[in-house]
T-cell receptor
Framework: DQQVKQNSPSLSVQEGRISILNCDYTNSMFDYFLWYKKYPAEGPTFLISISSIKDKNEDGRFTVFLNKSAKHLSLHIVPSQPGDSAVYFCAASVGAGNNRKLIWGLGTSLAVNP | EPEVTQTPSHQVTQMGQEVILRCVPISNHLYFYWYRQILGQKVEFLVS????????KSEIFDDQFSVERPDGSNFTLKIRSTKLEDSAMYFC????????????FGPGTRLLVL
């Protein structure tokens, strides 16, 4: 199942710089895309989402960009902080009403160095 | 802030035994889900539940699995006869009517089948 792909298993960034995490998808039926952050031994924490009819959504330091023609989205974190070090998952929502499910990428481990 | 809780955090069982994983979704949420993540693999959808019945289930969710909402707060996943390959992190999630695509996750139960 390769519907959602995160091709970079890891990323290392200096504190204060921009972190860019990428995600590609194949299924045109996805109507929402979500980013989750996960620390070890914890569950995924919802960060930010974007509807497929938008191309950008911003929330504080986090911005998600969607390029629907390229089936590509990215999460920008500016400025990056050491507390942002975690695994970031891209997930795509498909279905309607009570028949929704999330399809997940493998995750990208972000390390923000002081 | 309301959160999804799960118990137990860890469960070790012998192959062939029954296990019940418990979840308390966020109180005003209407849609409930179970996902699992086998070590090193993607998070996988198992089942969605709404209005006291299963909305959708994946091919992983075979006859060995069942879900139940025994009262107004708990949501359980039962595995009748565990297999070695059921060893995984099991995550419960819930979402509300207004934004059903945004699922909030519990901390997970780590199941180890010996």
């Amino acid at each position: 199942d390769q519907q959602v792909k995160q091709n970079s298993p890891s990323l290392s960034v200096q504190e204060g710089r921009i972190s860019i995490l990428n995600c590609d998808y194949t299924n045109s039926m996805f109507d929402y895309f979500l980013w989750y952050k996960k620390y070890p031994a914890e569950g995924p924490t919802f960060l930010i989402s974007i509807s497929s009819i938008k191309d950008k959504n911003e929330d504080g330091r986090f911005t998600v960009f969607l390029n629907k023609s390229a089936k590509h989205l990215s999460l920008h974190i500016v400025p990056s902080q050491p507390g942002d070090s975690a695994v970031y998952f891209c997930a795509a929502s498909v279905g309607a009403g009570n028949n929704r499910k999330l399809i997940w990428g493998l995750g990208t481990s972000l390390a923000v160095n002081p | 802030e309301p959160e999804v809780t799960q118990t137990p955090s860890h469960q070790v069982t012998q192959m062939g035994q029954e296990v019940i994983l418990r979840c308390v979704p966020i109180s005003n949420h209407l849609y409930f889900y179970w996902y699992r993540q086998i070590l090193g693999q993607k998070v996988e959808f198992l089942v969605s539940f709404y209005n006291n019945e299963i909305s959708e289930k994946s091919e992983i969710f075979d006859d060995q699995f069942s879900v139940e909402r025994p009262d107004g707060s708990n949501f359980t996943l039962k595995i009748r006869s565990t297999k070695l390959e059921d060893s995984a992190m099991y995550f419960c999630a819930s979402s509300d009517r207004g934004t059903p695509e945004t699922q909030y996750f519990g901390p997970g139960t780590r199941l180890l089948v010996l």
